[in-house]
Nanobody
Framework: QVQLVESGGGSVQVGASLRLSCAGT????????MGWFRQAPGKEREFVAT????????DYADSVKGRFTISRDNAKARVYLQMNILKPEDTAVYYC????????????????WGQGTQLTVSS
């Protein structure tokens, strides 16, 4: 089992940068694909980014490609989301996710969720 705790959210201005962190527990952290999802008010939770367990391959939603970067440090059981050139439409609760079944491109692949961290981007 994996427990996930996000941190790093906050309120920023348009164009700012921010890094989210997710701390995982459990010896098997490195065997999980890790990802980030987000949910804006009144909207469904959506995929943001994923990184695989073995090769560290990454994939991103089109809306964040080129602005966000996902990375992981298995030794520290951490996954990060570096967010640059933030826009108001990035405002959402961001959730860390872990799973082994799929590549975490959809919520159906997620086995474990963090509690979420709020990001607000204002103009």
């Amino acid at each position: 089992q994996v427990q996930l705790v996000e941190s790093g959210g906050g309120s920023v201005q348009v164009g700012a940068s921010l890094r989210l962190s997710c701390a995982g527990t459990g010896r098997t952290f490195s065997t999980y694909h890790m990802g980030w999802f987000r949910q804006a008010p009144g909207k469904e939770r959506e995929f943001v980014a994923t990184i695989t367990s073995s090769t560290g391959s990454t994939d991103y939603a089109d809306s964040v490609k080129g602005r966000f970067t996902i990375s992981r440090d298995n030794a520290k059981a951490r996954v990060y989301l570096q967010m640059n050139i933030l826009k108001p439409e990035d405002t959402a609760v961001y959730y860390c996710a872990a799973g082994r079944i799929g590549l975490l491109l959809t919520t159906r692949d997620v086995q474990y969720w963090g509690q979420g961290t709020q990001l607000t981007v204002s103009s």
